[in-house]
Each structure stands twice: as C-alpha cells, then as structure tokens.
C-alpha cells in the first residue's frame, strides 16, 4: 500500500497503470489530458514503465525538450533574464583624483622702512583761549606770618624726606616758609626761566615768535616720551609760539631746549640775577635751584617783569593749562585758577603756583626730594587754601 494525494489505493501492475491512473484522477476531477496524467505520476514509475516499453523512453526526451525550452532553458550556456531582475544602477567608475600640484606660497616682502619726510608742524590744538583772572596792579610787600609758618611745619611732619615750602599773598604780603633755601635739582622748573626771557626778548624786538625752528637729532636725544603725544618727529619744524606751548603745556624738554639755544642761557642766566634769584641756574647740568627762588620767579611772571601786559596774560594762560594736575592743584577745591609748573625727576618732585584763592591770590612753591610723590605737597597745598579761607 503506498499514499497519494489524499487517497490511499493499491499499487497497480505497472501494466495497469495508465487505466489506474486514469481512473483516479477522473474520479477525483473528471476527464483529463493523458500528458497531465504522465506529469502527475511521480518520475521514477515512469521511468519503470518506460524500461518494458522504448517507445516511451523516446517520449520522455521530447517532453523534457519541450518542457526545457518551454521554461526557456536550453542545452547550452544560460541566457541573461530580460525584464525580471532590475539591472543594479550604474555606477561610476573609480577614477584616480588628481593630485594636486602645490601652490608656490608667495615670499612675503620685507617691510620697507617708513620714511619720514620732514614738515611744519602746528601744535595749535594743545591750547585754548584762556581767561586769565585779575590781579592786584601791585603786590604787597612779604610780611612774616608766623601762624602760616607753623601750619606748614605741622603738615609735614608726617612725611619722610626733604621738603622746602615758600608762601606768599600777593594781596595782603602774608608769607610764610619752611627750608627755604635748601639747594635741589630744578627739573622742568627751569623751563619758567625760560618762558620768561622768552617774552622778554620779543617785547624788546629780538625774537619772533612766528620763526621756525627745527627739531634735530642732537633734540630729540631729550625727549622723555612727549614727542609722540605732539606728533613731532626728527626735523620736523615748528614755530616758537609752538615750542612755548609744548615746553609749559606737556613740559616737553626737546622744545624747552631748543628755545633755550634761541633766547642763550647766558642771557636768562643774567634776567635771573637782575629779579633777586641767586641760586637758581641754567648753565649747569644740576640746573639747581630753591623754593625760595621759584616763589621769586612765580612772582616775576605774574608781575610781568620785563614784558607787556599782554605777554604776562599769555605767559599766565599757557600756565593756567599745565597737563600735570597731581601738586598743587590737587590741594585747592576744583575749577579754581591754578597757573603752576611742575618739575619731577627720581629725586624732584616740585609744584610752584600762582592761586587765585580766598583771601587774594598767593604764590606758593613745594620743593622735595622725592620721586613723583605728590602727597605731601597736595596736603600743603590743601592747608593753606583753608588758612586763607578761614583768615581772609
């Protein structure tokens, strides 16, 4: 007994087996082909039926021909399906990027050096018109004020190193001072002197104050860093009216220099000497000077000695816009008219001053030892305006 499909039945003679077949599977589906009922029996009871019958054999080939080229098979090398499997998309073929060839990297130029072309240079924008307050048409005589005296004593005995203080109203002629002749390095205070014989000489038509003057190497070597602020370079030129301004303004020394080749020092030497200053000069490198001989040139300046009314009011303005405020004027109220010149070095650190205070202008003049230490002199400064104040 063998199974097939779903219905069990006796194996046939291998005779019978073409009616037996026909038989099944017309009883399970009716009629049908004799090629069906040969493709429903399973290949190796064909071959058995085939091996008592050759003309069966020669069937089987021509059917497995057919059925081969029915299915597009064949006996040789198999075709490529058409329309079946989707051909990948193209790709693109790998092709050596090409190498690129490196750019020259150009030498970078050397710096040219600037040069520098000489020029006129006007330095009107470091002043302004300046209204200079009155003053008395004459000063009174000094008159010893042993009170002030001691205030000034007092306010420096907190302080170490040398300090030399002169005071003196012009009003009233109260003075007072402390170490006055002690002998110290002027700095840029000679720089006064120097304004002063200036105007001098171009009230007495010697100078012109419209002249060029030229700032050379031998110049330039004293600058301690004011150049640059006033756009100066070597052979720059520049009038004297301008060197006045830098000189007291920014206290520029190349300037102050080359003013005092202009007027010689010989001849400021000699005003010097003419006003009561004995100690100060400026034939000396030391330039020396004391507190009692800057408040005597002070007091020459704002007399006007020597000069024109209107050369005391210019040389006052321009001292009235000194850029260095940290002395004196930091020891009086603020706006208040402070013409002053300062001198600082390692070991100066110097303020002398004209001050429209409350009792009357004064002059006052703080000399020290000490290297840009203004405290000191702002609290001298401080107590004498509120001396004044307090005793008009």
Known sequence: MRRTGFVAMPTPSRLAMWPALYQYRGAARGPTTRAELWRSVPIRERMDGMRYQPVGLLVMVLLSLLIAAGCGGSGGADEPAVGITPLPAPTAEPTDAPTPTPTAVPATPEPVPTVHLPQVTSLEFLSADVAVPELP???????????????????????????SVVVRNLKDGR????????????????KLALLLEAYRQRDAGEIDFSQLLTLTEEYV????????????????????????KAMIIVSDTPTAVLIQDLVNPVRVEQTLRSLGINDMSVLTEM????????????????????VTAESRSEM???????????GIPSGVPAN????HKTG????????????????????IAVLSDRSWEWQATVAVSRAVWDYFAANP
């Not at 003075?175 to 002749?181: K, L, Q, V």
């Not at 020396?288 to 002070?298: E, G, I, N, R, V």
């Not at 006052?316 to 940290?326: D, K, M, V, Y």
């Not at 600082?344 to 002059?363: C, F, I, S």
């Open 137 to 163: 048409s004459a000063f009174a005589p000094p008159l010893e004020d042993p009170a002030l005296a001691a205030l000034i004593r007092t306010t420096l005995s907190g302080y170490q190193g040398a300090y």
């Open 175 to 190: 003075t007072a001072s402390f170490n006055e002749g002690q002998v110290y390095r002027a700095a840029s205070l000679f």
């Open 221 to 244: 070597a004293y600058d301690f860093g004011t150049l640059e602020f006033l756009g100066l370079e070597e052979g720059d030129m520049l009038s004297v009216a301008d060197a006045l």
């Open 287 to 306: 330039l020396p000077t004391t507190a009692h001989d800057m408040a005597l040139l002070m007091a020459a300046v704002a007399g006007g000695e020597g």
């Open 316 to 326: 006052l303005a321009l001292l009235l816009q000194e850029s260095i405020r940290g």
């Open 336 to 339: 208040s008219a402070v013409a």
């Open 344 to 363: 600082n070095l390692v070991n100066a650190t110097h303020d002398v001053a004209l001050v429209w205070g409350p009792g009357g202008p004064y002059v």
